[in-house]
């Protein structure tokens, strides 16, 4: 492979992103602000004195350009940081490519930044939620995500060191089995969180979070199908030349 700097890595890592952030804009556009817009009726509807005060930015403004600055935004900061994970994860788990390398790293930061938590902790529409616990749950969930990355981090390190003695397929079992193990037994440590008011539709907060599984997802695939086919044409010498003068038949 061609010897770069981690900054061209960044750098494309980041553009990955940009386009993982409107695939995740796209889907939340779609299939989420439905949802918003019907739990934000049931909220009004259920409320008191709302008077004649106006949200200070307009559900419009913030179902289109609020939202899609958001998750651009998200996309190109998720896209730096899988760039940096990426540039050490190659060649160190594996004999695997560049795009191989990229959908792993994808994966796996999916799973432990996003599955990971939201088992635990699911999101909630707006409606859902106590205003008084905000800190509380944001901590909660902040403590989630860091638990899950460190313990995938050891279970990592355990795979390698036990790797010599029972290969490289019984050791990758070992390490999932005592990465499940330690991500059930903070489950069960850490306080759990209800707060769905009684006769909220069951089924929108069920849509809800599924729609918010989705859009990251979407995020997640679309940056390592970018990534990986970018971060090939930067290590890999000649590879779109090759492609190109293939014989064909």
């Known amino acids: 492979m061609n010897q770069i700097s981690p900054r061209v890595l960044l750098i494309r890592g980041m553009l990955a992103g940009l386009a993982a952030g409107v695939a995740a804009f796209l889907v939340a556009y779609l299939l989420g602000e439905s949802k918003v817009d019907a ?14 005060e106006m949200a200070p930015v307009s559900r419009a403004l913030q179902a289109t350009a609020g939202l899609g600055t958001g998750t651009l ?25 560049p795009r191989a390398t990229a959908l792993l790293v994808s994966g796996g ?6 599955l990971v938590p939201f088992l635990k ?7 859902v939620g106590d ?3 905000v800190v509380q749950r944001t901590t909660l969930f902040v403590l989630m995500i860091a638990l899950s990355v460190l313990l995938a981090a ?6 390698r060191r036990l ?16 990465f499940v193990a330690a991500i059930g037994l903070a489950y069960t440590l850490l306080p759990g969180i209800n707060e769905v008011p ?4 069951a089924a929108l907060v069920w849509e809800f979070r599924i729609t918010t599984l989705t859009i990251q997802v979407a995020l997640w695939a679309t940056f390592g199908l970018a990534f990986g086919y970018l971060a090939e044409r930067a290590l890999v010498p000649g590879a779109t030349a090759k492609k190109a003068v293939q014989p064909t038949g």
């Open 39 to 52: 739990a934000i009726a049931i909220e009004e509807a259920g409320a008191h004195d709302h008077g004649d």
């Open 73 to 97: 935004l998200y996309g190109v900061a998720i896209g730096g940081i899988a760039a940096l994970v990426f540039c050490y994860a190659l060649g160190r788990v594996g004999r695997f490519g």
């Open 109 to 114: 930061l999916f799973l432990t930044v996003n």
């Open 121 to 127: 902790y699911p999101s909630n529409p707006p409606a």
């Open 131 to 133: 205003p008084d616990t």
């Open 154 to 159: 050891g279970a990592l390190i355990l795979g």
């Open 163 to 178: 790797a010599p003695g029972l290969g490289n397929w019984n050791a990758s079992i070992v390490a999932s089995l005592a």
């Open 198 to 201: 009684k006769g909220f539709p």
